[in-house]
Every structure is written in structure tokens, then in C-alpha cells.
Nanobody, 121 residues
């Protein structure tokens, strides 16, 4: 079994910054792609940023230049540095990872429980 645990959310004023972290734990053999999604009330969950095991990154247009995704493979951790936050960034942020475990020698997708980010105007 794999657990993803997010941290770093909170309340911040418009223009402020937050850094989210997500640690994967369990019987992990390998982690492939990792990413951050968000879901605002009444809206669908959307991809914010993704990063491959080799470090290639991808961002949704609305966060390009403001958010930076990174990962520490030795720590099974992915980060999301969020700068110049706006009220439009308010949402629950979820960590996502493609993980191979010792029980199943193929990749399955796992999700964290989410961390709330609220940006006040």
C-alpha cells in the first residue's frame, strides 16, 4: 500500500507565497510521474503541474511563471512552490503519483487526501 501525504497549505494574502510538499511512503519500488491537481468548490479537478521521473515539467497556462514543481527522488517527495498567489488559486490541492510497489510490478495511480489553499484579496 502507498500513502501520499500533503502539507504546506494555508491562508495567504493575494501576492503571497506557499510551498506545498507531498511525501510518498509504503512498499515503493519506483515512482514515475508525479503531479499536483486542484479542485475549487463546484469545479472539476484540474492538473496544475506535473513532473516526470527525469525532471521534465508541465504546467497549466494560468500558473506558468508563478508556480514551480520539483521533486526529490531520494525522499519520494514532490514540491509545489507557489508565488504571486491570487484568489483564483484558492482550492484544495491534491498530490498524485504513479507508483510501482513490491506487490504489483506495474504502475498504479495514487492520490493524497489534499491540502487547502485559500488566498484572500
Amino acid at each position: 500500500q502507498v500513502q501520499l501525504k500533503e502539507s504546506g497549505g494555508g491562508l495567504v494574502q493575494s501576492g503571497g507565497s506557499l510551498r506545498l510538499s507531498c511525501v510518498a511512503s509504503g512498499s515503493i519500488v519506483r515512482i514515475n510521474d508525479m503531479g499536483w491537481y486542484r479542485q475549487a468548490p463546484g469545479k472539476q479537478r484540474e492538473l496544475v503541474a506535473g513532473i516526470s521521473s527525469g525532471g521534465s515539467t508541465d504546467y497549466r497556462d494560468s500558473v506558468k511563471g508563478r508556480f514551480t514543481i520539483s521533486r526529490d527522488n531520494a525522499k519520494n517527495t514532490v514540491y509545489l512552490q507557489m508565488n504571486s498567489l491570487t484568489p483564483g488559486d484558492t482550492a484544495a490541492y491534491y498530490c498524485n503519483a504513479q507508483v510501482m510497489t513490491s506487490s504489483f510490478l506495474h504502475f498504479n495511480t495514487y492520490w493524497g487526501q489534499g491540502t487547502q489553499v485559500t488566498v484572500s484579496s
